[in-house]
């Protein structure tokens, strides 16, 4: 069956420290799209990044990046030098064929709180 | 900077009206899907289009809840009659998916209709 765990449902951290998000995910199938959204206090998810199955390469965008290990089903993100800013719920999702690639299946989010 | 659109923003209702939330996907985009969150499910797909045909909506309760596409421009997600276990946010998305049988490239949300049933 599919399925996303987000381990950490709530994380504070201090303005400037570096934090990973984790996300682990379960899968049988072999081709499948991984995803992350972020939802601010506005309440609007925000599309974040999107990673196939095919591509293990890290990813860096600005202050953002991305650790996907697909030995041990893994696909983290970390903020570093965290701001006030980044404070929202983070979800982790999935799609694969099994469910359609329509259907993305989110995790259960973690709420980041930065503290000034 | 293209976007999602949902009306109302909000709304507040007593227990057995109608209620219907309307979406504007991004121009272009050929797939629609209705999300619903709440605290203690998360975030649930009820729904899904694809150039206006229903897909799949075996995630909605079937006996009050119904969602249509009139046009290209317009998805509508109806509850009648609505019942406190509804309240919820209700989110839009839409992407746009090129092959058959492919993902879409991305959902993009809405930023959802925040939903009271008193």
């Known amino acids: 069956a599919q399925k996303v765990t987000q381990a950490q449902t709530e994380i504070s951290v201090v303005e400037k420290e570096d934090v990973t998000l984790d996300c682990v995910y379960e899968t049988r199938d072999t081709t499948y799209y991984l995803f992350w959204y972020k939802q601010p206090p506005s309440g609007e998810l925000v599309f974040l990044i999107r990673?196939?199955?095919?591509?293990?390469q890290n990813e860096i965008s600005g202050r953002y990046s991305w650790n996907f290990q697909k030995s041990t089903s893994s696909f983290n993100f970390t903020i570093t030098a965290s701001q006030v800013v980044d404070s929202a719920v983070y979800f982790c999702a999935l799609s694969d064929t099994k469910t359609s690639y329509d259907k993305v299946i989110f995790g259960p989010g973690t709420s980041l709180s930065v503290i000034p | 900077d293209a976007r999602v659109t949902q009306t109302p923003r909000h709304k507040v209702t007593e227990m057995g009206q109608e209620v219907t939330m309307r979406c504007q996907p991004i121009l272009g985009h050929n797939t629609v899907f209705w999300y619903r969150q709440t605290m203690m499910q998360g975030l649930e797909l009820l729904a899904y289009?694809?150039?206006?045909?229903?897909?799949?909506d075996s995630g909605m309760p079937k006996d009050r809840f119904s969602a249509e596409m009139p046009d290209a421009t317009l998805a509508t997600l109806k509850i009648q009659p609505s019942e406190p276990r509804d309240s919820a946010v209700y989110f839009c998305?839409?992407?746009?998916?090129?092959?058959?049988?492919?993902?879409?490239?991305?959902?993009?949300f809405g930023p959802g209709t925040r939903l009271l049933v008193l």
């Open positions: 289009f694809r150039n206006r045909a229903p897909l799949d």
């Open positions: 990673r196939n199955s095919f591509d293990e």
């Open positions: 998305a839409s992407g746009l998916v090129l092959l058959a049988g492919g993902p879409a490239k991305t959902q993009y």
